[in-house]
């Protein structure tokens, strides 16, 4: 239900979203409503979660047939699966005789099986087709009308995304400028997937984290004993952006010694200077980073105003040893942590009615990005061209 004050404030918050496409020289941060209100988050489900591309995970992680990952996208339940023809499908995972949640949320696979409904028994096979009804007493149920629908997918850069709308433009067509800047990464050969680990949820709105994840000025901050030590702040810079991704990059150096060394050596093989990192921000939910290693991702999709689930996802060139995996995995848990803690304190930072957000700067240009592309979605205001930067 709308309260009057809620319907104030997201009127409050959509007026100065649309300041939000001011170019990058008068940008500001958003105003706090836009991180808790109740009635600004539906919309942002219906116009972004529900009207355009939402990232999920690698397609190599459910390589094999019967394969599946259970999920939700704005409240939507769905089942990525393989289904036994080879195609991966994006299918509805509610039940078309009463509405029950078929497959329990999660990794696993189907062994064989149909897909059984736990209420009733309706049962429907790996790529949705209804299959039948136990003690039906000659009820005629049509089976083509009886089906599970599915969603429209595709697959960029080893990375299936899902739309539940038909009207959203192809993502190929929207992310054609990014491949070029990717060329020297040979990106078809990441083929190894990380193990799809368990979702984490983050008690803060969707956007903190996003956004979080897109700049590179925190890192001398919220990271000065991890990710500053490989990545600094002063090595970053911007490539070429848009509302609909930007690229942003950085310097990869020699870690100082010690741990952060190690994992340096470990991580990005030498370390030796002249490598770099980008960063590829699709919105609304992805952001990944690459480097002559590695292709890695986190992705968030909102549960709450105030919390999002969490998925990390990654690709490596063949299947790294078990050490590596064991130090890389305790290395991305130390500054993920420290993401975390910066993201859920920024939330509790958005319910102050006393203060407001400031001025961004030139390091932020790709959370100005994000904010055309809020604005652009959820107003309909065209956003500003690409901008690529001139010098670094
Ligand atoms: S709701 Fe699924 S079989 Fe009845
Ligand atoms: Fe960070």
């Not at 189907?110 to 299959?131: A, K, M, N, Q």
């Not at 007493?137 to 009308?145: L, P, S, V």
């Not at 609304?284 to 549960?303: C, E, N, Q, R, Y």
């Not at 990390?312 to 420290?338: I, K, N």
């Amino acid at each position: 239900m709308t309260t009057k004050a809620g319907k104030n404030e997201n009127e409050t918050a959509l007026t100065l979203l649309r300041t939000a496409m001011a170019p990058l020289e008068e940008a500001r941060a958003l105003p706090f409503a836009a991180y808790h209100s109740e009635d600004f988050f539906a919309l942002e489900m219906d116009r972004v979660f529900r009207g355009d591309w939402v990232a999920v995970c690698a397609e190599a992680a459910l390589a094999d047939t019967g394969d599946y990952l259970a999920i939700d996208i704005a409240g939507e339940p769905l089942v990525l699966i393989r289904s036994a023809d080879g195609e991966l499908r994006a299918l509805s995972n509610v039940c078309r005789h009463r509405g029950t949640v078929l497959l329990d949320p999660g990794v696993d696979n189907l062994h064989g099986e149909r897909i059984v409904c736990p209420y009733h028994g309706w049962s429907y096979s790996d790529s949705g087709t209804f299959r039948g009804a136990p003690y039906a007493q000659g009820a005629r149920i049509d089976r083509d009308e009886h089906c599970l629908p599915s969603f429209r997918t595709e697959v960029w850069m080893g990375i299936v995304f899902v739309c539940l709308s038909a009207d959203a433009p192809p993502l190929a067509e929207r992310l054609a400028g990014i491949a070029p800047h990717l060329a020297e990464f040979d990106m078809a050969s990441f083929a190894a997937p990380g193990a799809l680990s368990a979702p984490e949820v983050w008690a803060a709105n969707w956007k903190l984290i996003v956004e979080n994840g897109m700049e590179s000025y925190h890192l001398f901050k919220v990271h000065e004993n991890t990710l500053e030590k490989i990545s600094p702040t002063k090595g970053a810079y911007y490539i070429e952006g848009s509302a609909a991704w930007t690229l942003t990059g950085g310097e990869i150096v020699q870690g100082g010694g010690g741990i952060a060394g190690k994992l340096l050596a470990t991580l990005f093989g030498s370390g030796a200077s002249g490598d770099h990192y980008v960063l590829v921000s699709i919105p609304p939910s992805f952001v990944g980073v690459v480097t002559k290693d590695s292709w890695d991702w986190i992705i968030a999709h909102p549960l709450s105003p105030t919390s999002t689930r969490v998925l990390l996802g990654s690709l490596a060139r063949s299947s790294p040893d078990l050490m590596t995996r064991m130090a890389a995995s305790g290395y991305t848990a130390a500054f993920l942590e420290e993401d975390r803690a910066i993201c859920e304190r920024v939330q509790t930072g958005m319910a102050a009615r006393a203060s407001a957000g400031g001025r961004l700067v030139p390091l932020e240009r790709v959370v100005v990005d994000f904010h055309h592309y809020l604005a652009w979605h959820l107003t309909g205001e065209s956003p500003p061209e690409r901008h690529v930067e001139a010098t670094r």
